[in-house]
């Protein structure tokens, strides 16, 4: 119970603390931020989340094999970059211009951290509280009984998932707030990357968002499978300090442009 606690704290409390921070230093305007939680809802909230959901029970499940699911799990990355890359550039072309906001690295980091928010405490913080709440409501059962009380394909697979959530080890949810802290780094360069490819009018920055994107939504997950979540948030841990050293580089590039 504990951890859930510390969990729920830190994914609302963190994003909103940087966005707090981050506002008070640089003076950046908060519609900024709203952009970026704008386009959040509109690009994955409400339409890639779900649809993904949708097709890994009807696609995903039939890939048993270990080649099927690496390739499921490539396939939806993938996807997941461009769809994500693409709205951050629809919002800086699009949002920015509308309300005469320059690109410049305080907006698209001020951008970045209203995606950022929006996604860990609404979406990971809203999982993790059902989480909860469900843990709380079944932990007071007996799950060995809820087991043999069911009975038939159906009934083993809905008693496998309540076994599931009654068990549930305290590393589970503190893993769900380490992995948000190391979201943060990676949001805001990703969102930085993407507005280099305006700034600079060369696609190719364009192409290193999704290629970044890609390659921390393949290699994190699939090592979390094959070697354990600790080697997982190691590797995480190391992205984290390539986003921070790609958000210092842009920084370089848009003072020089300035």
Excluded: C
């Excluded at 997941?80 to 410049?104: C, D, K, M, V, Y």
């Excluded at 986003?243 to 210092?248: K, L, N, R, Y």
Aim: hydrophobic letters at 60%; zero cysteines; proline letters at 3%.
């Amino acid at each position: 119970m504990l951890a859930f606690v510390i969990s729920l704290i830190v994914q609302v409390g963190y994003p909103l603390a940087a966005i707090l921070y981050f506002r008070r230093r640089t003076r950046t305007p908060w519609i900024l931020y709203a952009y970026g939680a704008l386009i959040f809802a509109v690009f994955q909230l409400f339409t890639w989340l779900p649809l993904s959901v949708f097709l890994d029970v009807i696609w995903g499940e039939t890939l048993k094999s270990a080649w099927g699911a690496f390739t499921w799990l490539m396939a939806t990355a993938l996807l997941t970059a461009l769809i994500e890359e693409s709205g951050r550039w629809l919002g800086f072309r699009f949002l920015f211009a509308r309300s005469n906001h320059r690109l410049t690295w305080r907006n698209g980091v001020a951008y970045a951290l209203g995606h950022n928010a929006l996604e860990t405490m609404w979406l990971f913080a809203g999982l993790t509280f059902i989480g909860f709440v469900t843990y709380l409501i079944i932990g007071r059962m007996d799950p060995l009984a809820l087991v043999q009380q069911m009975s038939g394909e159906a009934g083993a697979a809905e008693a496998a998932t309540l076994y599931e959530l009654a068990t549930v080890s305290w590393t589970q949810p503190l893993t769900v707030a380490l992995e948000r802290i190391l979201a943060l780094p990676h949001q805001v360069a990703w969102a930085l990357l993407v507005m280099e490819s305006l700034a600079s009018r060369q696609k190719r920055w364009f192409g290193f968002a999704v290629l970044y994107h890609t390659s921390i939504a393949v290699l994190v997950p699939g090592l979390a499978r094959l070697a354990g979540f600790a080697v997982a948030e190691a590797v995480n841990l190391a992205f984290a300090g390539i986003s921070i050293w790609i958000i210092a580089r842009l920084y370089e590039l848009s003072e020089q442009r300035a």
